[in-house]
Every structure is written in structure tokens, then in C-alpha cells.
């Protein structure tokens, strides 16, 4: 459904520069600025890129006040524009009813408004809190306690004694709470440490598909409200993500780490154990942290092992030379081999 221009501006607050009235019926990226859309450009230079399509208007930053179309002025154009997608795509309804084909045992506690998709079970002394989803297929083990609003998606399981807090997404294939990776060798034989903790994902949580978070040896394992976990990531046992933590794809955290708050893990990032990383941190992408590492606040980290980011670029660039830098090195040795033949001729 089409809304105004007029309409859109007062969803985000911000502040109409070109015709009220224009009809915006969808909203799109920059990349697809299809007619009648609305979408954000952070600059003038991303700006540029529209000039001559047929996008109906932009948000633009409170800097930027000329343009061929109309403009949204905003403090943060990203932020209003996902603002903008979730108007003309609102979530998901679900219908707030128990499949005869759900399985709830008969000590399970079933909060009101509660969907229960086919195929999808809640076993002994399970909490399910009022508004949340299960889908079809996935396993709400005993004594596991679902918080309310939370939507766990096909085929996730949640083993014994974990919790999951409000308002919490657990998509397609992710397994909390399974055996962390725990064995002592005896001599002969790789003996298994029981893993007898559990898993606390707390409010605001969202877990990307098939990544997995390990039951705790002893205690818990803890992800902090309003993380943000991308598709493939592996978190072992006992470890610990603070708030709004965000860890990107194909992540693997060993076990005993800890993460501080407001901290970006960039995709294949990888920790050894008992690593200690502060708050409001970023590990650059493919980075690796050796065992034991400890990395204070506001750090940025790269390469593998992870250095901070001014070190690894004077390294980076070094690397990019080192063709030139050989054949310099080369020609050195020929001409220090050239001399030493010299001084040893006028010795003679």
C-alpha cells in the first residue's frame, strides 16, 4: 500500500525537503532504485548514484539539502530507512494456536497466545511464555524455560535445563545447550568430562541458522541481551558475550572466552581459550586470538595472530613490497659478494 511522503516523514521524525504528496510504494537499496521506491545515501557520493534514476526520494543526512528528487533529512538515513522497511513489511503474524500435531508433555506450562506449529515438541517441566512461537520441528528439551514474544524457527533445539529469554530469535538449525567439547586424555583414551551447566541466552537475542551455543562444563554459558549472532558461528562452552555484542558468520569462539559489551566480531574471526576481550572492540575479519589473549577496551585487532590494527598495516604494507624488497635485498648480497672479492684480491 502506497503512503505519502507526508506520512513517511512523520514515522521518522524528519524534516520534508520536495513535494509532501509523492506516492512512495516500496523501499529499496541503492543499487535497485526502482520508481515510486524510497531509499538512504550516508553522503554526497553515494547520492551521486541516483542522479538520473527513477527513485521517487532519499533520505539523506541533515547535511545534504539539494537534490533532483525530494528528500527525508535524518540524523542516521540507515536507521530510518530499516525504520521505513518494517512499516511496509511488518513482522510476521502467527496464528496463536496448538497444532494437534504439537507434542506438549503434560508438565509443560503453556502461556497464553502461544503457537505451537506441527511436529514441534515441549518436553517435562517446560516453560513456554505467553506470544512466543515454536515451529515446526523443533525440540523445547526438559526443564527449558522460553521467555515471552520469542519465535524459534524450523528445526532448532534447545537442550535440558537452558533458557531463553523474551523477545528472543533462534532461526532454522540452531542447536543452545549441546555438550561442550570436554574430554581428559588417560593414557589411552579420550576420557569425557561431563557438561553439567547450561546455556542463558538472554532478552533480545538474535542467533542466525545452524550456529551453535555449548552447554557450559559447570555454570553457564551467557549471551548478554540484545547480542546479535550471524548464520555458522560456533560458541563453546562457559563463554561469555557481553550486551549488544554483534559476532558475524563463521565465527569460532573456544571455550572460557569472554567478550565485553558493544564489541563486532567480523566474519571467520577465531578465538583459542580463555581469551579476554573488552568492551566496544573490533576483531577484524579472518583475525585469530592465541590462546589466553587479552585485549583491552576500544582495541581493533587484525591479521592472525591479531595485532592492533596500526602495527598490521606497517606489516601489511611490508608484505605488499616484499617482491621489490627481495630483488633490493638481492642485489645488496651481489654487490657486498662483488666487494668481499675485491678486498680479498688486494690483501693477496
Given at each position: 500500500?502506497?503512503?505519502?511522503?507526508?506520512?513517511?516523514?512523520?514515522?521518522?521524525?524528519?524534516?520534508?525537503?520536495?513535494?509532501?504528496?509523492?506516492?512512495?510504494?516500496?523501499?529499496?537499496?541503492?543499487?535497485?532504485?526502482?520508481?515510486?521506491?524510497?531509499?538512504?545515501?550516508?553522503?554526497?557520493?553515494?547520492?551521486?548514484?541516483?542522479?538520473?534514476t527513477?527513485?521517487?526520494?532519499?533520505?539523506?543526512?541533515e547535511?545534504?539539502?539539494?537534490?533532483?528528487?525530494?528528500?527525508i533529512?535524518?540524523?542516521?538515513?540507515?536507521?530510518?530507512?530499516a525504520?521505513?522497511?518494517?512499516?511496509?513489511?511488518?513482522?510476521?503474524?502467527?496464528?496463536?494456536?496448538?497444532?494437534?500435531?504439537?507434542?506438549?508433555?503434560?508438565?509443560?506450562?503453556?502461556?497464553?497466545?502461544?503457537?505451537?506449529?506441527?511436529?514441534?515438541?515441549v518436553?517435562e517441566?517446560?516453560?513456554?511464555?505467553?506470544?512466543?512461537?515454536?515451529?515446526?520441528?523443533s525440540?523445547?528439551?526438559?526443564?527449558?524455560t522460553?521467555?515471552?514474544?520469542?519465535?524459534?524457527?524450523?528445526?532448532?533445539?534447545?537442550?535440558?535445563?537452558?533458557?531463553?529469554?523474551?523477545?528472543?530469535?533462534?532461526?532454522?538449525?540452531?542447536?543452545?545447550?549441546?555438550?561442550?567439547?570436554?574430554?581428559?586424555?588417560?593414557?589411552?583414551?579420550?576420557?569425557?568430562?561431563?557438561?553439567?551447566?547450561?546455556v542463558?541466552i538472554?532478552?533480545?537475542?538474535e542467533?542466525?541458522?545452524?550456529?551453535?551455543?555449548?552447554?557450559?562444563?559447570?555454570?553457564?554459558?551467557v549471551?548478554?541481551?540484545?547480542?546479535?549472532?550471524?548464520n555458522l558461528?560456533?560458541?563453546?562452552?562457559?563463554?561469555?558475550?557481553?550486551?549488544?555484542?554483534?559476532?558475524?558468520?563463521?565465527v569460532?569462539?573456544?571455550?572460557?572466552?569472554?567478550v565485553?559489551?558493544?564489541?563486532?566480531?567480523?566474519?571467520?574471526?577465531?578465538?583459542?581459550?580463555?581469551?579476554?576481550?573488552?568492551?566496544?572492540?573490533?576483531?577484524?575479519?579472518q583475525?585469530?586470538?592465541?590462546?589466553?589473549?587479552?585485549?583491552?577496551?576500544?582495541?581493533?585487532?587484525?591479521?592472525?595472530?591479531?595485532?592492533p590494527?596500526?602495527?598490521?598495516?606497517?606489516?601489511?604494507?611490508?608484505?605488499?613490497?616484499?617482491?621489490?624488497?627481495?630483488?633490493?635485498v638481492?642485489?645488496?648480497?651481489?654487490?657486498?659478494?662483488?666487494?668481499?672479492?675485491?678486498?680479498?684480491?688486494q690483501?693477496v
Amino acid at each position: 500500500m502506497a503512503k505519502t511522503l507526508s506520512e513517511l516523514t512523520n514515522l521518522i521524525s524528519g524534516k520534508l525537503i520536495g513535494d509532501d504528496q509523492t506516492a512512495i510504494s516500496s523501499v529499496t537499496t541503492i543499487e535497485i532504485p526502482q520508481s515510486g521506491a524510497i531509499t538512504f545515501a550516508n553522503d554526497e557520493k553515494n547520492l551521486a548514484k541516483l542522479q538520473g534514476t527513477d527513485i521517487a526520494a532519499v533520505l539523506v543526512p541533515e547535511s545534504i539539502t539539494e537534490f533532483e528528487k525530494p528528500l527525508i533529512q535524518v540524523a542516521n538515513p540507515k536507521l530510518a530507512w530499516a525504520h521505513l522497511l518494517w512499516a511496509f513489511h511488518p513482522a510476521r503474524e502467527f496464528d496463536q494456536t496448538i497444532s494437534e500435531n504439537a507434542f506438549v508433555h503434560p508438565s509443560a506450562t503453556i502461556g497464553s497466545n502461544v503457537t505451537l506449529e506441527p511436529f514441534s515438541v515441549v518436553r517435562e517441566n517446560a516453560k513456554v511464555g505467553d506470544g512466543s512461537v515454536i515451529r515446526s520441528g523443533s525440540i523445547i528439551d526438559k526443564n527449558v524455560t522460553v521467555g515471552s514474544n520469542t519465535i524459534i524457527h524450523p528445526r532448532v533445539t534447545v537442550y535440558q535445563d537452558c533458557q531463553i529469554g523474551s523477545n528472543v530469535i533462534l532461526h532454522s538449525g540452531v542447536v543452545v545447550g549441546a555438550d561442550g567439547f570436554g574430554y581428559v586424555f588417560d593414557g589411552q583414551r579420550q576420557f569425557k568430562v561431563p557438561q553439567v551447566g547450561n546455556v542463558i541466552i538472554e532478552d533480545h537475542v538474535e542467533i542466525g541458522a545452524n550456529s551453535t551455543i555449548d552447554r557450559a562444563t559447570a555454570g553457564s554459558t551467557v549471551i548478554h541481551a540484545g547480542v546479535k549472532i550471524d548464520n555458522l558461528v560456533q560458541i563453546a562452552h562457559n563463554c561469555e558475550l557481553g550486551s549488544h555484542t554483534v559476532v558475524c558468520a563463521q565465527v569460532g569462539i573456544s571455550g572460557s572466552c569472554s567478550v565485553g559489551q558493544y564489541s563486532t566480531l567480523a566474519g571467520q574471526v577465531g578465538f583459542g581459550d580463555h581469551c579476554e576481550v573488552g568492551n566496544q572492540v573490533i576483531v577484524g575479519a579472518q583475525a585469530g586470538l592465541p590462546t589466553g589473549k587479552k585485549v583491552p577496551d576500544g582495541s581493533i585487532l587484525l591479521g592472525s595472530p591479531a595485532r592492533p590494527m596500526a602495527d598490521m598495516k606497517k606489516q601489511f604494507g611490508a608484505q605488499l613490497r616484499s617482491a621489490e624488497t627481495l630483488k633490493v635485498v638481492r642485489d645488496l648480497a651481489k654487490r657486498v659478494e662483488e666487494l668481499e672479492k675485491k678486498l680479498d684480491k688486494q690483501e693477496v
